[in-house]
């Protein structure tokens, strides 16, 4: 969504915002980020007894890496684009895509480190509880 309005208002390339990109890969991976932490938090709470996700140490490295390729494979979208239509989504070549992974690693970490601070006070099983994606309890109201 970002990306599209960036690109709908001429963000990427008005000289007057030339933060824009890097800030916009930086909050993209958070959300990956986010979304995956969240996913893996409920994957530990349904998984089989005799499986297991590992160390909340495992959790943060399935967070970072999986953040981190999410932002390559969109790097890799971008070139192949590029190939077929004609166009030159990629700017600036080779720099820009590491200035894009650089600013990926930059989200990826602080969406890592706010994933170890929810985890110094709760469980992922906690976590998980707290989504909007679980079961609703079947409580038994007085009325019957």
């Given amino acids: 969504m970002i990306y599209i309005e960036s690109l ?15 800030f916009g890969h930086v909050l993209s991976s958070m959300s990956v980020g986010g979304i ?5 938090c409920i ?4 998984q089989p007894k005799r499986l297991t996700l590992g160390s909340d140490a495992a959790i943060h490295c399935y967070t970072l890496m999986i953040s ?14 590029d190939m077929v239509t004609g166009t030159n989504y990629m700017t600036y070549g080779v720099f820009d895509t590491l ?3 650089r600013a990926d690693l930059v989200g990826s970490v602080i969406m890592v480190v706010i994933a170890g601070l929810m985890l110094r006070k709760r469980t992922p099983i906690d976590i998980a509880d707290s989504t ?3 079961r609703p309890s079947k409580k038994k109201s007085g009325r019957d």
């Fill in 36 to 40: 995956v932490f969240l996913a893996l």
């Fill in 43 to 46: 994957i530990q709470k349904y």
């Fill in 8 to 22: 709908c208002y001429g963000l990427y390339k008005d000289p007057g915002v030339p933060w824009w990109g890097f």
């Fill in 99 to 101: 200035d894009d992974l």
């Fill in 132 to 134: 909007v994606f679980r």
């Fill in 68 to 81: 981190l390729a999410w932002g390559g494979i969109w790097e890799i979208m971008e070139g192949y684009i």
